[in-house]
């Protein structure tokens, strides 16, 4: 259930991101927000809505994290170094790369748990490694230009 809702979260960003003008709106004022402030794009208004979705998103996230696992307020920097870990090895910048590089930190851990359980981390750890030398870009780089 939760790998269904994710793609769907990261399918429904994607069409937001890409084909609407409040996307258009985000990439301007992430880019450059005075540019996009002289062409009549309320940088107040972008962000307050870029909290509010990150918030949703993070919401929806939290909810499936509680139904599967034990958290607590101090578990964010351990969560955090897997988020990071995962938006590199798909590639900045890419929605559909942080998806699978969460998929290959995950599958990783499964095995290395497999093995021996107090292997789950560094397999997570070794597999982000091996594909950073690999292609140190990620797998789904976003191009620039």
Same mark, same amino acid.
């Given at each position: @259930?939760?790998?269904?809702?994710?793609?769907?979260?990261?399918?429904?960003?994607?069409?937001?991101?890409?084909?609407?003008? /409040? +996307?258009?709106?985000?990439?301007?004022?992430?880019?450059?927000?005075?540019?996009?402030?002289? @062409?009549? *794009?309320?940088?107040?208004?972008? !962000?307050?809505?870029?909290?509010?979705?990150? @918030?949703?998103?993070?919401?929806?996230?939290? %909810?499936?994290?509680?139904?599967?696992?034990?958290?607590?307020?101090? *578990?964010?920097?351990?969560?955090? *170094? !897997?988020?990071?870990?995962?938006?590199?090895? &798909?590639?900045? =910048?890419?929605?559909?790369?942080?998806?699978? &590089? &969460? @998929?290959?930190? +995950?599958?990783?851990?499964?095995? =290395?748990?497999?093995?021996?359980?107090?292997?789950?981390? /560094?397999?997570?750890?070794?597999?982000?490694?091996?594909? /950073?030398?690999?292609?140190?870009?990620?797998? %789904?780089?976003?191009?620039? +230009?």
């Amino acid at each position: @259930m939760s790998l269904i809702a994710a793609v769907l979260v990261v399918l429904l960003l994607n069409q937001l991101f890409y084909r609407t003008s /409040l +996307g258009r709106a985000f990439r301007a004022t992430s880019d450059d927000s005075e540019t996009a402030q002289l @062409m009549g *794009i309320d940088n107040n208004r972008i !962000y307050a809505i870029a909290m509010g979705l990150a @918030m949703a998103v993070c919401a929806i996230a939290a %909810f499936f994290l509680g139904a599967r696992a034990t958290f607590d307020p101090t *578990i964010g920097p351990a969560r955090l *170094i !897997y988020a990071f870990e995962a938006v590199i090895i &798909g590639g900045l =910048g890419s929605l559909w790369g942080t998806l699978a &590089g &969460g @998929m290959v930190v +995950g599958i990783a851990q499964t095995i =290395g748990a497999r093995i021996n359980p107090e292997w789950q981390i /560094l397999a997570g750890h070794l597999a982000f490694l091996v594909v /950073l030398v690999v292609r140190p870009r990620g797998f %789904f780089p976003r191009t620039l +230009g």
